[in-house]
């Protein structure tokens, strides 16, 4: 029974493995890519053991920033930058939580991250897959999609779409036991990163009843993709002269006196 069990296990590791890859995000119909707890089963899922460095990645940039709910420290966001062989860019995140509760008044409600939003990024293709960081207690990508992220409970509406926004839905909790994200990648077709003030929002929704806890929100910088700039006409002409001047006093220096 257990070698059949084992047999079975490596077969659907090895059928999985074939498949992963990284998933363009819809721009029309259902927006949203939902995950499954079993990664063989899960379209957002990069593969065991996968990481940027043994795939063609090169790590160009990388920030710490630490995230503030009602004026509480609660943990640790990483903001990494890497370049693939033809010069695309990947943007991967990841958010530790260190606070299991938040004193609010004479109650102490539950901290959580529901939605990690990520801007700028209108006008690239986008794709998207998440990796485990070899932690224990990595939480998987629940879902994803190009939308503004906004939700309520008990109610939570349909995706709108939103081209400048990646929204990756997660369920990172120190009470139950998933205090931290996986990597969450961003593969796009950029060639240059810029760094936005509101690049990436950290959102905990709000409880059935909208206030045990409110909805937290806390907005802070982050890599974002940018397009490398194209030089005005005149910087052209000026170029053109520049050279045409050189070439002149090349060749004057070459004549006989």
């Not at 490596?10 to 259902?30: C, D, I, K, M």
């Not at 008044?105 to 990690?116: M, P, Q, S, V």
């Amino acid at each position: 029974m257990k070698l059949k069990a084992l047999a079975f296990s490596l077969l659907l590791g090895l059928s999985a493995q074939s498949a992963y890859a990284f998933v363009s995000l819809p721009e029309t119909g259902p927006l949203r890519i939902t995950g499954s707890n079993n990664p063989a089963a899960d379209p957002l899922f990069l593969g065991f053991d996968w990481n940027p460095a043994d795939n063609g990645y090169t790590r160009v940039a990388r920030r710490i920033s630490s995230v503030i709910y009602d004026g509480t420290d609660i943990g640790t966001f990483y903001d990494f930058v890497y370049r693939y062989t033809d010069g695309t860019l990947a943007f991967a995140s990841r958010f530790e939580l260190d606070v299991g509760e938040i004193d609010t008044g004479a109650f102490a409600y539950e901290t959580e991250i529901n939605d990690i939003l990520r801007r700028g990024y209108a006008g690239y293709d986008v794709s998207v897959g998440w990796y485990d960081s070899g932690t224990d207690s990595d939480m998987r990508l629940q879902s994803v999609a190009h939308s503004n992220g906004v939700r309520t409970r008990p109610t939570n509406p349909v995706d709108v779409f939103d081209d400048n926004v990646v929204d990756f839905r997660t369920d990172v909790s120190v009470e139950e036991e998933n205090p931290t994200t996986a990597w969450y990648v961003l593969k796009t077709n950029a060639t240059e990163f810029t760094y936005l003030v509101d690049a990436v929002t950290i959102r905990q929704a709000p409880s059935l009843d909208g206030v045990s806890p409110p909805l937290r929100v806390a907005t802070f910088e982050g890599f974002a993709p940018v397009t490398a700039p194209v030089p005005e006409p005149e910087t052209y002409a000026l170029l053109l002269a520049g050279l045409g001047m050189v070439g002149l006093a090349a060749r004057r220096r070459k004549q006989p006196n």
